[in-house]
């Protein structure tokens, strides 16, 4: 159970140095091939050749609590683990919420291929692996690992924990979109559909976890099932017959398959100004456009044959934690965990292999945009809602995008970003789009204020960034 969390931290903090599937401050550059990942109505000026293997790299995750800032702490002029003795209960446990999760995401595209129509539609195509993170982790589950490694030996603890969860897949996606103009061109509508041809999965979820916490040992009782979809995986087991992890015959196959769509359309409401009677909203609407989608509305579902179930006997089973050595490190800490948390569970075949059904991590993006300065500059409010599979939250964006009027190549974009109930995450894009040559686009949602020596983001609760190289194909329009 711990492995797969500490899996998910490990995906917040490493891959950072590198959530959705394009960045937030991508949305309202005009040139960019990207964004209609956000909204497949959204069309770049021309038509495009991703370069294969960099076409797009996007890697990004969150959290409302379980960063490094809450994790270490400075003590003594160095800087320790929440286990650590140095810190106290009262004082780790004040800056944890009573459920506290993380979400990740990986996606890179392998290549790509925009083009436009007779009818001045638009098409793309891509090809591209997405790796997608959720967990969730009560404040109990927190606080009984720290009490479980208390000092006093007379202390005895009681906990009834409930609604642990963590979900991670990872799965090829190919996907075809078209985008055309309506209403005189006022009205842009663009859908796009996907398959999902599954690589990996898993699931635990911990219904219930007993547990009678001292220093000496923890007596556990749990219910809790762990599911896994991937070609040769096996879970393994110590000579005392506990569960030690998984073992996997390096096979490579698809194990699910899935669907998956986006919907999306933008208008322009100089449409309607006219009819408004007033000269004043007559000139705000004319220079005003309205968008919304739907992406990832879909499902995969992953074969039995390659699937393997887990669930915690229904016994009583005690554990005695791991001796505590002042000059661990925050890994080595983790390892003992994960050791004791395993021994606790213990996970068991049912002997049943199932097929698993999941819907996808479901996002809704509404936009709107002003033009500020006359074909140069645009500012847009962008409120993005992910339906996450252990947490629904929304983030909104302001940014001005700006395109100089002699070097209409390039275009850039500075966010700022409300997340965790803050205006506290600066974002920046730019993307140089000549009409010959390649195109490049870089861009970062949360530029991150401070980091360790080891170059990891310390007070950040989300970090992302993207890059793609493409070539530019046909004339502008």
């Known amino acids: 159970m711990i492995r797969i969390y500490t899996t998910i931290i490990s995906l917040l903090f490493i891959v950072s140095s590198l959530t959705a599937q394009s960045s937030y401050s991508d949305y309202f550059i005009s040139s960019s091939q990207t964004r209609s990942s956000l909204n497949p109505a959204f069309r770049p000026k021309q038509g495009y050749l991703g370069v294969p293997f960099l076409t797009n790299i996007m890697v990004g995750a969150n959290t ?47 290549g790509s291929f925009g083009f436009y129509d007779k009818r001045d539609g638009f098409w ?78 898993m699931d635990l979820n911990v219904d219930r976890f007993n547990a009678q916490v001292g220093h000496d040992q923890w007596v556990v009782r749990s219910k809790a099932t762990l599911k896994g979809s991937m070609p040769g995986i096996i879970p393994t087991y110590n000579d005392d017959g506990i569960f030690d992890g998984f073992d996997w015959d390096e096979q490579f196959g698809i194990s699910g398959f899935g669907l998956g769509f986006d919907l999306g359309a933008v208008y322009d409401l100089k449409a309607i100004s006219q009819s408004t009677g007033s000269e004043l909203l007559e000139n705000i609407l004319g220079k005003t456009k309205v968008s919304m989608a739907f992406t990832d509305i879909g499902f995969l579902t992953w074969s039995g044959g390659n699937s393997m179930n887990l669930s915690s006997p229904n016994s009583e089973i005690i554990v005695h934690p791991k001796e505590r050595i002042i000059s661990d490190t925050l890994d080595e800490y983790f390892d003992d ?121 310390t007070t950040s609760k989300a970090v992302n960034i993207q890059l793609g190289f493409a070539i530019p194909l046909g004339e502008t329009r």
């Open 124 to 201: 793309n195509f891509d090809l591209g692996i997405r790796a997608t993170a959720d967990a969730n982790v009560p404040k109990s589950l927190l606080e009984m690992s720290k009490i479980g490694l208390s000092d006093n030996e007379n202390d005895v603890f009681e906990y009834n924990i409930t609604n642990t969860k963590a979900n991670v897949s990872a799965y090829l996606e190919l996907g075809g979109g078209y985008s055309l103009p309506l209403l005189d061109n006022n009205l842009l509508v663009g859908a796009k559909a996907k398959i999902l041809l599954g690589l990996a999965s």
């Open 337 to 457: 965990l994960i050791n004791d948390f395993k021994e606790a569970v213990n996970f068991k075949q049912t002997g049943s292999k199932k097929g698993k059904t999941a819907r996808l991590r479901t996002n809704m993006n509404i936009g709107v945009e002003y033009e500020a300065w006359a074909n140069n500059m645009t500012v847009g409010v962008l409120s993005s809602t992910k339906f996450g599979l252990s947490k629904t939250f929304t983030e909104v964006t302001l940014s001005g995008n700006y395109t100089p009027e002699k070097v209409d190549w390039l275009a850039a974009t500075l966010s700022y970003s409300f997340i965790h109930n803050k205006f506290n995450t600066i974002g920046l894009a730019v993307h140089l789009a000549p009409t010959k040559g390649i195109n490049f686009f870089l861009a970062s949602d949360y530029l991150i204020p401070r980091i360790n020596k080891e170059f990891i983001p």
């Open 64 to 110: 409302n609590n379980l960063n490094l800032d809450h994790l270490t702490f400075k003590k003594n002029g160095e800087r320790v683990s929440f286990l650590h003795p140095w810190v106290g209960v009262d004082e780790f446990l004040s800056g944890m919420s009573a459920n506290n999760y993380l979400s990740a995401d990986v996606n890179y595209r392998i």
